[in-house]
T-cell receptor
């Protein structure tokens, strides 16, 4: 079946602009996660959804970052007033439940100029 | 603080030989451990996992060993193949939690 998909694959934006990154999880997966991976580092947790609600958003670095999952499927990560330090690969993952392994999408490479 | 550490940024082995990738952790609450493989421009792909109630889990050419007293785990790949060349990430999770905590990754190169 189809895996996790993320759009766009690449996004270049100017400092101060607003961006939205989209994630389509595997069908039927109730848990959805966002991670951020900087060059030479492992992925870092941002936020976790169980269904429509954000069950854990403690990884969001500041209030410029926000994520939604209004119908319990597709999720959007929103970044306001982007900064150059936000440049990274943003990864989305889904799983049938929190006790299972997480399946990752290909990521969105965000570059803030 | 880095709760999961992979101290070797890179490892090079000959095709057919064993690859051993190591990972250390500091958080005693971690009780589920996973290895992911990542190719360039792709997301991490789940490889193998182990629960803290076990000390070994095997799946084909891949075996993960867990030493809880040393807070150390390792991934053995035997025999290694050129297609195994990728970045390998160790990750850990608490029973009560959902997030994965990743190490920095080890670039494995298997030479033909």
């Amino acid at each position: 079946g189809a895996g996790v998909s993320q759009t766009p694959s690449n996004k270049v934006t100017e400092k101060g602009k607003y961006v939205e990154l989209r994630c389509d999880p595997i069908s039927g997966h109730t848990a959805l996660y966002w991670y951020r991976q900087s060059l030479g580092q492992g992925p870092e947790f941002l936020i976790y959804f169980q269904g429509t609600g954000a069950a854990d958003d403690s990884g969001l670095p500041n209030d410029r970052f926000f994520a939604v999952r209004p119908e319990g499927s597709v999720s959007t990560l929103k970044i306001q007033r982007t900064e150059r330090g936000d440049s990274a690969v943003y990864l989305c993952a889904s799983s049938p439940s929190i006790v299972h392994e997480q399946y990752f999408g290909p990521g969105t490479r965000l570059t803030v100029t | 603080d880095q709760q999961v550490k992979q101290n070797s940024p890179s490892l090079s082995v000959q095709e057919g030989r064993i690859s051993i990738l190591n990972c250390d952790y500091t958080n005693s609450m971690f009780d589920y451990f996973l290895w992911y493989k990542k190719y360039p421009a792709e997301g991490p792909t789940f490889l193998i996992s182990i629960s803290s109630i076990k000390d070994k889990n095997e799946d084909g050419r891949f075996t993960v060993f867990l030493n809880k007293s040393a807070k150390h785990l390792s991934l053995h790949i035997v025999p290694s193949q050129p297609g195994d060349s990728a970045v390998y990430f160790c990750a850990a999770k608490e029973t009560s939690g959902s997030r994965l905590t990743f190490g920095e990754g080890t670039q494995l190169t298997v030479n033909p």
